[in-house]
């Protein structure tokens, strides 16, 4: 008779280690759920929760990427199918965004080799986890208080031009209706794609307000180009993961996006019966709260000072 | 258990072989292993077992023999690899990797087992001398590593203290048994994480305090099952391996819209 252990635990091939199958769905599940709810990528949740659940790091960065293009892939069909996408605009921002993922991928094996990964990988999550939920708290907390006040909630208006639109090398976005340079357009895509290598994130959480504010491109397309650049980048850094560094977990990543699935259809139900400065100031608070976990852990002394490593094989020394 | 069974048998034919001879002028002693078999394939769910091994001591001196004063040290040694151990520090509070030294052909696993403390075996010259035990593996920096002798003494003992941590190295007082007087059983412990490759199993045997001779067979640790194959696809193929992945999550993602459609 097979015990009950057995049964729940599954191996991880790349991970290398047994985990419980119900823990992994429902962790996909809750983050699927989230996502659906307040339209983000989930990435940036997953990969620090499979940190806390002793995945290596170099796994669940990979994995992670690969779990994004699962939640974007749907969303960019539909907008797709609305005419909701820069084709344009996006191909260029994935144009950048493979530069950047291919150098992420770069310096991710150099990290690596200096056994410097895991403290990077965290310090980024910290900074960008803390500044981001520090900027939705603030946001929803404002309007809240406007609400309140019995005042309108209007968001602030983008003014009409900044530097952005003083460089050379333009280009009309007919689908945006914007007559931008493709300068920042590269750059903003290439800074994501590097973050997707890095951490293992969509990046639809920095992506949305650079297009807003920087780029100025209507909120209509934002979301589906967003997309469908995160799509193509995920992908990308995913095959390059795989190759470089064959840390993707093929088992591990459909757990979560099977959990992710199911999750996402429900929370995108309750996301349309809440009130949406409620629900922004919770993430904020989950947000900071995974932050936080993950900056205590750089401080605490760890149990051994020593750790020990199969040398990773660089013709380079 | 038909291949404990026809090791055991093999054994006792050395054993019978051993008696007949047993008039021949003495220090012709000989030790043999056996194992019942040439590969282990390891499923996902190993969780680590212990293995036998068994042995004959040939032509045994009777005498030496019933005062007890043969010993036998058998090991089981995994493949070689390099490693790197790395030491934290704080640096503004954070515990940061510093310091770091690469060893190579360093074995990835080593489990011994003897008849009694190895102390009460031989001198620690001898056992020095045959690079024998978890102390005597010569824990090799790698050519180009910098540090200072103080640095690298220091990192070859957290080496194996780390790898006795992880459980890939081992050593059992007491495991060699005899089960007659020409028979004896090792047990050797096979860590869950024990690496994947050639292993080297070697007897060592003993009269006194006195190094005879040693003999070796190998034994190649593999894995099996589905969990294996998809990481032997993940190395061998790997831009096929990542392609996949692509195509899993974009179908994953395409059938969640299917099934759950709302319009």
């Known amino acids: 008779m097979m015990s009950l252990g057995f049964v729940l635990g599954i191996y991880l091939p790349i991970a290398e280690i047994s985990v419980n199958i119900f823990v992994l769905f429902g962790m996909g599940a809750a983050v699927g759920f989230l996502s659906g709810m307040f339209g983000v990528g989930g990435g940036f949740l997953i990969t620090p929760l499979l940190i806390f659940y002793n995945i290596p790091p170099a796994v669940a960065v990979a994995t992670g990427a690969n779990q994004v293009i699962a939640s974007s892939f749907s969303g960019a069909l539909t907008h797709f199918r609305r005419g909701t996408l820069d084709i344009k605009l996006g191909s260029l921002l994935v144009i950048g965004g493979i530069i950047g993922a291919a150098v992420g991928i770069y310096v991710f094996v150099l990290l690596r080799e200096l056994g410097q990964l895991d403290l990077i990988v965290s310090l980024l999550y910290v900074v960008f986890l803390s500044t981001v939920g520090g900027l939705m708290l603030y946001e929803s907390v404002q309007s809240m208080r406007r609400a309140r006040a019995g005042q309108l909630a209007t968001l602030k208006k983008p003014g009409q031009h900044n530097w952005v639109h003083r460089l050379p090398f333009k280009m009309r976005f007919r689908q945006s209706k914007i007559y931008v340079s493709i300068i920042p357009v590269l750059v903003l895509g290439g800074a994501i794609g590097f973050l997707s290598s890095i951490m293992g994130v969509g990046g639809g959480f920095i992506m949305v307000p650079a297009m807003i504010y920087l780029l100025k491109v209507p909120t209509n397309v934002v979301i589906g180009t967003s997309l469908y650049q995160i799509v193509f980048v995920t992908a990308f850094a995913t095959v390059m993961q795989a190759t470089t560094n064959q840390s993707v977990d093929i088992v591990l990543a459909m757990l979560l996006m099977s959990g992710g699935v199911v999750g996402a259809q429900y929370g995108a139900r309750i996301g349309q019966k809440l009130r949406g400065e409620q629900l922004r100031a919770l993430l904020a608070l989950l947000v900071l709260a995974v932050g936080l976990r993950l900056a205590i852990e750089l401080f605490v002394t760890p149990d051994d000072l020593y750790s020990i490593s199969l040398a990773i094989a660089t013709g380079a020394t | ?263």
Request: hydrophobic share 45%.
């Open chain 2, 1 to 263: 258990m038909s291949m404990c069974a026809k090791a055991l048998a093999l054994a006792i034919w050395l054993g019978t072989a051993a008696a007949a001879f047993a008039q021949q002028p003495l220090n012709k002693e000989t030790v043999e292993i056996g194992l019942s078999t040439d590969t282990i394939a390891i499923t996902s769910g190993f969780r680590g077992t212990d293995l036998t091994v068994f042995g004959a001591l040939d032509n045994a001196d009777p005498l030496i023999q019933r005062q007890g004063r043969y010993d036998v040290v058998v090991i089981l040694q995994g493949p070689e690899r390099d490693f790197v151990v790395r030491r934290k520090d704080r640096f503004f509070g954070i515990w940061v990797n510093t310091e770091s030294v690469t060893f190579q052909h360093i074995p990835a696993s080593y489990s011994l087992a003897s008849t009694r403390s190895l102390q009460d075996i031989t001198t620690p010259k001898v056992f020095a001398q045959l690079g024998l035990g978890i102390n005597n593996i010569f824990y090799e920096p790698m050519p180009d590593s910098f540090g200072s002798s103080a640095t690298l003494r220091e990192f070859s003992t957290e080496l194996p203290r780390l790898k006795l941590k992880q459980k890939l190295y081992s050593q059992r007082m007491g495991d060699v048994q005899f089960l007659s007087s020409t028979l004896f059983r090792a047990t050797l412990s096979l860590p869950a994480n024990v690496p994947v490759g050639k292993h080297v199993a070697r007897a060592y045997l003993f009269r006194n305090g006195e190094f005879l001779r040693e003999s070796a067979t190998s034994l190649n640790i593999v894995k099996a099952g589905l969990e294996f194959r998809i990481y032997r696809a993940a190395n061998q193929h790997s831009l096929l391996y990542g392609l996949f992945a692509v195509f899993l999550a974009v179908v994953t993602g395409w059938m969640g819209r299917l099934v759950f459609r709302k319009d």
